[in-house]
């Protein structure tokens, strides 16, 4: 069946790079998303990436997708404490936003 | 230009009690998903909706869990006779349609069954 599997925590010094990395089963996936959750809020959409793309930048973040080994990527670079939070990794599948979410990454960022 | 709206965004309900949830979504949106989260755990799908019309339900608990997106007014999650397995976050989420554009999320309504 459909699985998305991610570490669950994971601690960074301030400045340092950040890499959440995520699995996932369904080789039809069509979308990949990464979503930040910060204590008692929403989720906040970071950033997306088709299947058929290697690699997205936006500012300072950076998605790497290997399909082969079905794996994905979220890069953060210069982390700050505002990024503390959890990121959710997620896939998209089917013709609509059925959304399969991995348990989530808490990432702590500290002096 | 408000986004998904959820209210409440904290309900307290006693066992065996109703709970309604509502939902509206960013203007312009006119499909509508539900997600439950419980705690330490990521989202799981529950339903998905267009106007008067449920799409995939597939997630849903077969009893005491139904959901409404009416031509007027907001989607409606209800929750009969409430268990204390039902507390959880109930996140709400909307898209413009069946194309690309991803989903953007409510900032939940927060289930406590005592």
């Known amino acids: 069946g459909e699985d998305v599997e991610q570490s669950l925590f994971l601690s960074v010094r301030e400045g340092d790079s950040s890499v959440i990395n995520c699995t996932y089963t369904d080789s039809s996936s069509t979308y990949l998303y990464w979503y930040k959750q910060e204590p008692g809020a929403g989720l906040q959409l970071l950033t997306y990436?088709?299947?058929?793309?290697d690699m997205k930048q936006d500012q300072r973040l950076t998605v790497l997708l290997n399909k082969k080994d079905k794996h994905l990527s979220l890069r953060i670079a210069d982390t700050q404490t505002g990024d503390s939070a959890i990121y959710f990794c997620a896939e998209r599948s089917g013709g609509y936003n059925k959304l399969i979410f991995g348990a989530g990454t808490r990432l702590a960022v500290h002096p | 230009n408000a986004g998904v709206m959820q209210n409440p965004r904290h309900l307290v309900r006693r066992r065996g009690q109703e709970a309604r949830l509502r939902c509206s979504p960013m203007?312009?949106?006119?499909?509508v998903y539900w997600y439950r989260q419980l705690p330490e755990e990521g989202l799981k799908f529950m339903v998905y909706?267009?106007?008067?019309?449920?799409?995939?339900e597939s997630g849903m608990p077969k009893e005491r869990f139904s959901a409404e997106f009416p031509k007027e007014g907001p989607s409606i999650l209800r929750i009969q006779q409430v268990v204390r397995g039902d507390s959880a976050a109930y996140f709400c989420?909307?898209?413009?349609?069946?194309?690309?554009?991803?989903?953007?999320f409510g900032n939940g309504t927060r289930l406590t069954v005592t």
């Open positions: 989420a909307s898209s413009p349609g069946t194309d690309n554009s991803p989903l953007h």
């Open positions: 990436i088709f299947s058929n793309m």
């Open positions: 203007k312009g949106h006119s499909h």
């Open positions: 909706l267009q106007k008067e019309n449920i799409i995939d």
